[in-house]
C-alpha cells in the first residue's frame, strides 16, 4: 500500500476530499460484506463532526491494488477545531483524527492527533494517553460520533500537560540516541531477532530546520517522528556506490502505529527522566 495522497493543512472544501480521498463518499458498502454490516457513509460522519465545529484540514485514502475496492477502501480525515485553545506555548493544536473504510477492513476509528506549526508535522497520541475509540458499523449512531469529539476536546489539558512536561526535560546526548534507537526498532524491527536497520539513530536525530536543534524531550521526540515518517535518509544496508534512500512510511495504518509507538516512548523517556 502507498502512502496515501495528502492535502496541504487548510480548510477542505467537499470538492476537495472528494478530489483526494473519493472513498469517503461511497454511496454503498463494497460487496464482500456482510448482510448484518450497516452501511454508514463516512460523508455523514463528516457532515455530524462539521456541524459541531469541527473543519477537515487534511484527508487521504490507500492506493489499492485490487480495482474492485477502489472507492471502497480506507481512508483517514483529519479535523481540527478553531475553538479549541493551543498547546505547548501555542506552537501545536489537537485535532480529531478519524479512519474508516467500506469494504469491512475498518470500523469507524477516532484517535487524538497533534499538529505542529513549525513544522507542520502532524502526530498521533499514544494510546497510554488517549485511548482510540471504535465505532462498529453495526449499530451506528450519530451521536456516537459527537461523543468521541467530545472525549478528544476533554483530552485537551491531559495532552498539554504531557506536551508540557515533554518540553521541560532537556536530554543527554545518550538518552537521546537511545530514544532514536528505539524509534528505529519501532520502525524496521529488532537487530537481535535479524532486523536490518538500514540507518544510525544519528540519521533519525537529524533536525530539518534550526527550530528544531534543542535537546529537550518533545523536540527530540518531533525530530525523531518526522524523520522516521518521512524517510530519505541513506540506506546502510546497501553498497555505498548504490546507496538508495529510505523510503517515508506508505500506509495510513502504519503511519498511525508508528506515531503511537514513537508517543509511548516518549512517555516512558519521561517517566525514566521522573523517575531518576
Request: with cysteine.
Amino acid at each position: 500500500m502507498l502512502m496515501p495522497k495528502m492535502s496541504e493543512r487548510k480548510v477542505l472544501s467537499m470538492d476537495e476530499i472528494r478530489r483526494l480521498a473519493p472513498s469517503v463518499f461511497a454511496t454503498q458498502p463494497h460487496h464482500a460484506v456482510s448482510s448484518e454490516y450497516r452501511f454508514i457513509p463516512t460523508v455523514d460522519m463528516v457532515n455530524t463532526l462539521t456541524s459541531q465545529g469541527w473543519e477537515v484540514v487534511q484527508a487521504g485514502e490507500h492506493r489499492v491494488r485490487n480495482a474492485s475496492k477502489a472507492g471502497f477502501q480506507k481512508h483517514m480525515l483529519r479535523f481540527r477545531n478553531p475553538n479549541l485553545p493551543k498547546i505547548g506555548n501555542g506552537d501545536s493544536e489537537i485535532d480529531l483524527v478519524v479512519m474508516n473504510s467500506h469494504d469491512r477492513t475498518s470500523a469507524f476509528r477516532f484517535l487524538a492527533g497533534l499538529f505542529r506549526f513549525v513544522c507542520a508535522n502532524g502526530m498521533v497520541a499514544g494510546e497510554n494517553l488517549f485511548q482510540p475509540i471504535s465505532v462498529k458499523h453495526i449499530g451506528y449512531k450519530a451521536d456516537s460520533v459527537i461523543e468521541a469529539s467530545y472525549r478528544i476536546i476533554d483530552s485537551v489539558p491531559k495532552v498539554a500537560e504531557s506536551v508540557d512536561a515533554m518540553k521541560s526535560l532537556i536530554l543527554s546526548d545518550d538518552e537521546r540516541r537511545a530514544l532514536a534507537n528505539a524509534a528505529l526498532i519501532t520502525k524496521y524491527g529488532n537487530p537481535a531477532e535479524g532486523k536490518l536497520l538500514p540507518v544510525t539513530a544519528n540519521c533519525l536525530l537529524k533536525p530539518r530546520r534550526t527550530d528544531d536543534t534543542a535537546k529537550d524531550l518533545w523536540t527530540t521526540l518531533n525530530v525523531v517522528q518526522e524523520n522516521a515518517i518521512r524517510g530519505g535518509q541513506r540506506d546502510y544496508t546497501v553498497p555505498r556506490g548504490s546507496r538508495r534512500l529510505t523510503r517515508g512510511v506508505e500506509s495510513i495504518s502504519e503511519n498511525t502505529k508508528l506515531n503511537q509507538g514513537l508517543w509511548t516512548l516518549a512517555e516512558e523517556m519521561k517517566k525514566l527522566k521522573n523517575a531518576a
